[in-house]
């Protein structure tokens, strides 16, 4: 008698206890992280300095604008934050970190503070970009030498010096690009109008780096400048100060030298050609925008206490999916205990009932329950294949010994006397009873697996040549025709090399065996005047045999069963004329053994054809 399981080893109440686990630890973690949340949302509200933000984008923006990439802002992030007291941390686009702060694995904010992108900036970043959009630190190309920086730092003192004279007091102010320029009190860019004595033009004369850049700026922007009325200048306003529309105004003001019509509308769109020309050139010398992250550090953190009411509604929110969580998995647990307890009862009981079980599923327990009930299936199957095999080998056995008995009684009491007739019919007997026993010993042997092979090269038309010449006698004698055919493969060879008759890796005497089963089976079903043909060919990677005969046929819900043991087409033939029902089993069990399959096809009144198809060795 089967043991009760133990309450804690049952299906159900394991995934119960799974079940409560998960959920609590799944209310323990979101009421966690609500409130840990919640008192970082409340931080980042509370501490949100709107100077403490510009000031870091700001510094940011700048190191984009002059670096080619983020490599190097590790220092300048740890640098602001270290001041701050706030965590910095830049991401890419997609979300990439490129440098945080902190160096503990933390997550981030939920939403970036800003967008990296001096490209693309505003003017409470940089006062210096509000035209375009530009960070003015953004030369790229225009960024001059240190040789060339110097030159021009002469020429501005020489010019400062001249604007002195002329009653007009500058100082020399030098921009991102390294060029030196003079501004007024003001802020004016070359204090306004130039004295005539000191309006040489050497100072704002470009560079040779300035020149390149320009004509690299030229070819960006030339299409789209076309498009206003002629061809850019010098484009030397980029040199000076993309900040000051006048001064890009002045420049493309120059009709009498350009012939661009310098009307408001004909200058902003020259405007936003250079514009994105610039983007365009620049694009390869700043680094690529990014998210700016900006956090509270981790000292100073305050204390966050729930309150009475948050904590009844935490309280009430777990309770709630804890039940929830207990009546499904006892639904579920319950639906998918159910079937197995079918399954276990069914299994229990006597072999011989062969129960089934019902399926009422379509998962893995229904998969379950059809593999329960075909097992079974097979099982009654093989037990009835047991006893009929019992049977028929009794019956099979029984009939030749009876005769034998019979005759040597009525020969010991004198009835007759031991004549030569007598004795070869004794020994007819004894032959029919030893083929029994063989055929019997050979499956026995085959389904084992101890059947023994032994394997040689051997050719098609030779094997086929053998049986015919030992069942000829037995084909004349019931008036049947045996004919042989072999076809030999185009382009092919033997393993000999002579032609292309296919050959086989096989045990000779079994294949004349499981070919002279089919052969003397065929005679047996064939008439008179009837043909048999054997015929042979290669097919792909294959030999394929055919026995083709002319006889009765074998009716299409017989073609099943053929190939079992003591079947027999005609129930009516005895074990002398009929066979003993197992030779066509034979065959099955040897082609099977040299890893070959065999098949058969048949019509009534037209006649069989059993083909065996077994490995080529050619």
């Given amino acids: 008698m089967t043991r009760p399981i133990p309450l804690r080893k049952r299906l159900l109440v394991r995934l119960l206890i799974t079940s409560v686990l998960i959920a609590i630890c799944s209310v323990a973690a979101t009421a966690w992280l609500a409130v840990e949340t919640t008192t970082r949302a409340i931080q980042e509200e509370q501490g949100q300095v709107l100077t403490e933000d510009m000031d870091i984008l700001r510094q940011l923006s700048g190191y984009a604008a002059t670096h080619r990439d983020w490599s190097g802002v590790g220092k300048t992030v740890r640098a602001l934050s270290d001041r701050t007291g706030r965590r910095i941390a830049l991401t890419a686009p997609d979300g990439t970190p490129i440098a945080d702060s902190e160096t503990r694995d933390t997550a981030l904010p939920p939403r970036a503070a800003a967008a990296v992108d001096p490209l693309h900036t505003d003017t409470f970043t940089e006062p210096g970009a509000q035209r375009t959009g530009i960070d003015p630190r953004a030369v790229g190309p225009f960024r001059l030498p240190r040789a060339e920086r110097e030159r021009v730092r002469l020429l501005a003192e020489k010019r400062r010096s001249c604007f002195s004279i002329n009653g007009v007091e500058t100082t020399i102010t030098q921009m991102a690009s390294g060029r030196s320029v003079l501004v007024d009190e003001d802020g004016t860019v070359d204090g306004g109008q ?5 309006a040489d033009g050497v100072l704002n004369t470009p560079t040779a780096t300035e020149e390149k850049a320009l004509a690299e700026l030229n070819t960006y922007a030339g299409d789209c400048l076309k498009g206003v009325g002629g061809k850019f200048p010098s484009l030397f306003a980029a040199t000076v100060d993309f900040t000051d529309r006048s001064m890009l105004t002045r420049y493309l003001g120059r009709k009498a030298e350009t012939g661009i019509d310098t009307t408001r509308g004909q200058d902003k769109k020259a405007q ?3 514009d994105r020309a610039r983007r365009q050139q620049l694009e390869p010398y700043v680094a690529p925008a990014a998210e700016l992250f900006l956090g509270r550090g981790d000292s100073a953190v305050p204390h966050f206490d729930m309150s009475a009411a948050n904590k009844a509604k935490v309280t009430g929110v777990a309770g709630l999916v804890l039940a929830l969580t207990v009546a499904v998995t006892v639904l579920v647990a319950t639906r998918l205990v159910r079937p197995l307890r079918a399954l276990t009862h069914a299994a229990q009981q006597p072999p011989e009932q062969h129960v089934r079980v019902p399926v009422t599923t379509q998962d893995e327990t229904g998969i379950l329950a059809v593999a329960f009930n075909d097992l079974a299936d097979r099982r009654e199957r093989m037990e009835a294949q047991r006893k009929a095999m019992v049977a028929d080998i009794a019956h099979e056995l029984r009939t030749p010994l009876t005769n034998i008995r019979g005759w040597l009684e009525v020969t010991r009491d004198g009835v007759v006397d031991p004549d030569p007739e007598l004795l070869a019919s004794l020994h007819d007997e004894a032959v029919v009873l030893q083929r029994v026993i063989d055929d019997l010993q050979d499956l026995a042997a085959a389904d084992a697996g101890t059947l023994r092979l032994h394997r040689e090269p051997v050719r098609a038309d030779e094997l086929l040549e053998q049986v015919v010449a030992a ?90 069963s053929v190939f079992e043991r003591f079947w027999r087409a005609e129930k009516s033939r005895s074990r002398r004329t009929g066979g003993s029902g197992l030779g066509l089993s034979i065959v099955r069990q040897l082609v099977t053994a040299h890893g070959g399959t065999v098949t058969v096809t048949s019509e009534l009144g037209t006649g069989s054809v059993f083909t065996l198809r077994l490995p080529d060795a050619g």
């Fill in 194 to 198: 130039v004295p005539t004595p000191c």
């Fill in 272 to 274: 936003e050609c250079v």
């Fill in 471 to 560: 069942h000829r006698v037995a084909a004349e004698g019931a008036g049947v025709r045996l004919h042989m055919s072999v076809a030999a493969s185009q382009g092919s060879h033997g393993s000999d090399g002579s032609d292309g008759t296919p050959w086989l890796d096989a045990d000779p005497v079994r294949m004349r065996q499981a070919l002279g089963n089919l052969v003397s089976n065929a005679i047996r079903h064939t008439p008179a005047d009837g043909t048999i043909t054997l015929s042979c060919r290669r097919q792909d990677d294959e030999v394929v045999f055919e026995v083709a005969d002319t006889g009765s046929g074998i009716a299409p819900e017989d073609l099943p």
